[in-house]
DNA sequence: TTGTATGCGTTATCAC
DNA sequence: GTGATAACGCATACAA
């Protein structure tokens, strides 16, 4: 069993010194090409590679990013991570994958990246009760931290989302313009910001033609069950009469749980006796059997954003970025 | 801005050297609680937490393994990545989430990892061609390599899979059961021994009932547009008179597409005219909507057994899972 | 352009 | 039980 052979190893081969191999092996360094042909033909018989862990610590930096989930219900987390290690990979940095779960909270995984000295922690989609992270900076050098698809309330800590104004105003006047005008809300969780804003700019653009919000159902969790128990309740406790013609859902999938009850269970037809509206625009809102109407986030640009941030190519600062209506049968 | 502190620098604060400090964050290394309280009193007021990078040097383990993913399109990957970090976090070790896309092949990915220094490699969902690995060991020392959810065809390359007979077999019998005799099988990829697997268990317990299996529709990929454009096409191309009665997907996504071309554009009523079974348990299979047939992965059962393995707490060897079978509305 | 000394923070091993 | 020496593989700074 041969074990991965060393910088030293390659230079003995080639004939010069180690420092001549670590030379041929960093771009732009003062080699001649004799020499760095050389090593290189010694480092291929060899089948040498520089061990980044070496590296890293004598760099200080490891090439490597933290990306911190805590609830992998949302299918659209996918094409994210997708984008996320594809365009890290692109400069060299891989992505540790780090699940937030009963068994470790954020606390633990923002320690844990700290420890193996990643470069940059991206809070992707998750809930960080804000205190947090001024209390563990006390007194600590953490890796910069970044908050990617939420909203984030610390000054210092730079949020990249889909733009909640834009979004809610294109969706506000596209059901206006088919002629909705008894528009509804379902929320998924009641303190988050993100989620907040988007519920006040949609009473807003709605307000600003005239008309009120009838309702604004909570859901407690981004689930399909969770959007389907709610719109149950409320569907039970409002007469017919009182009812949303549109509902606005804060997610795909609660939207999905929210039409099914209201088309399976409670015989309404999509869009006549009430439309629906997402959020994200995941994979199977396209279907057929659905075709919902949604938003989708620009997932591209927010990551080459974050990217170019991380990288020093961009001002860290908090981006709002817009994304574009996608519509189906569902309004 | 504060660097992380060392054990050097814990040691100088406890007044004792810096082997003891290490002692103390040793579980089971010999040291008096005296000098671990003091240790531990520096640590706490410098946060002090040892580096995991130049342990990993000094060690040569980094507790971190590579997890290649080559398809982020079933959504049944989320979930499997959720328990993957969850179980192997539990453990102490962390996964690094590696994209393999035409930018990053299969053997750039590997010795990405290999340079990392992980501990062991998972191809997640994805394989090597059979020329490619031994190739790659020769003369060099790869990390341990495991496949899960998937065949490999490599005899020292153990694979994690669920129980192809075991399925086909339950999910046969209760297709028989419930009174359909002209089956289907639709694949997603023609050369992946997985999928020929399924498909010649297929009709094999079909054939031994005395039933041959009428139709074999061939999709590209596995995705719903690949599953609708099949059914769509068998379908203009095969009289009704001829047509399966059951038409049973490689996949969840296969089956949702078939069956959305099925129902929503030909008018199909699922199951009296056709019935569908899926295969995976993904999340909106489940749905009002699809109310879909299908088989659930042991995914628990096989990340556990693949994580004993990569800890050495059980021979490494090829397994076949049993996963169950579960009965919607679309049989 | 090339070689040398030194340091990165930890662990393994041995002497006390 | 504790301290000391060497080593992990590479990079930086400096001297030749």
Same mark, same amino acid.
């Given at each position: 069993m041969s074990k991965r052979s060393t910088a030293q190893q390659v230079a003995d081969v080639a004939g010069v010194s180690k420092w001549t191999v670590i030379r041929a092996f960093t771009p732009g360094a003062s080699i001649t090409n004799k020499s760095k042909a050389k090593v290189m033909e010694a480092a291929a018989s060899l089948n040498y590679s520089p061990n980044l862990l070496a590296r890293s !610590?004598?760099?200080?930096?490891?090439?490597?990013?933290?990306?911190?989930?805590?609830?992998?219900?949302?299918?659209?987390?996918?094409?994210?991570?997708?984008?996320?290690?594809?365009?890290?990979?692109?400069?060299? $940095? /891989?992505? !540790?994958? &780090?699940? &937030?779960?009963?068994?470790?909270?954020?606390?633990? /995984?923002?320690?844990?990246?700290?420890?193996?000295?990643?470069?940059?922690? $991206?809070l992707f989609g998750t809930a960080f009760r804000d205190e947090t992270l001024p209390e563990l900076r006390d007194g600590r050098a953490l890796p910069?931290?970044?908050? !990617?698809?939420?909203?984030?309330?610390?000054?210092?800590?730079? /949020? $990249?989302?889909?733009?909640?104004?834009?979004? $809610?105003?294109?969706i506000v006047d596209h059901l206006h313009e088919r002629g909705y005008r008894k528009p509804g809300f379902m929320t998924g969780a009641q303190v988050l910001s993100t989620a907040l804003k988007r519920r006040q700019f949609y009473e807003e653009f709605w307000s600003r033609k005239g008309i009120a919000t009838k309702a604004v159902i909570s859901a407690d969790r981004y689930s399909y069950q969770a959007g389907s128990d709610a719109f149950a309740e409320y569907f039970e406790a409002t007469p017919a009469s009182d009812r949303v013609d549109v509902l606005m859902c804060e997610n795909d999938i609660l939207a999905i749980g929210a039409m099914d009850e209201a088309r399976g269970r409670r015989g309404l037809r999509v869009p006549e006796d009430l439309a629906f509206v997402g959020f994200d625009n995941f994979d199977l809102g396209g279907t057929e059997a659905f075709s919902l109407t949604t938003y989708e986030q620009p997932r591209e640009h927010m990551v080459r954003t974050l990217i170019d941030m991380v990288m020093g190519r961009r001002e860290i600062a908090t981006m709002s970025l817009p994304g574009r209506l996608v519509v189906r049968r569902s309004t």
């Open positions: !610590l004598a760099t200080n930096k490891t090439q490597q990013v933290a990306v911190l989930v805590d609830d992998f219900s949302n299918p659209q987390k996918l094409p994210f991570l997708e984008t996320l290690t594809d365009q890290f990979q692109a400069e060299g $940095i /891989a992505v !540790l994958l &780090i699940n &937030i779960n009963r068994h470790f909270d954020h606390v633990d /995984a923002l320690l844990h990246a700290d420890q193996r000295q990643v470069d940059a922690v $991206i910069p931290v970044f908050v !990617l698809a939420r909203d984030s309330q610390l000054a210092d800590v730079p /949020a $990249i989302v889909c733009d909640a104004e834009h979004a $809610i105003r294109v």
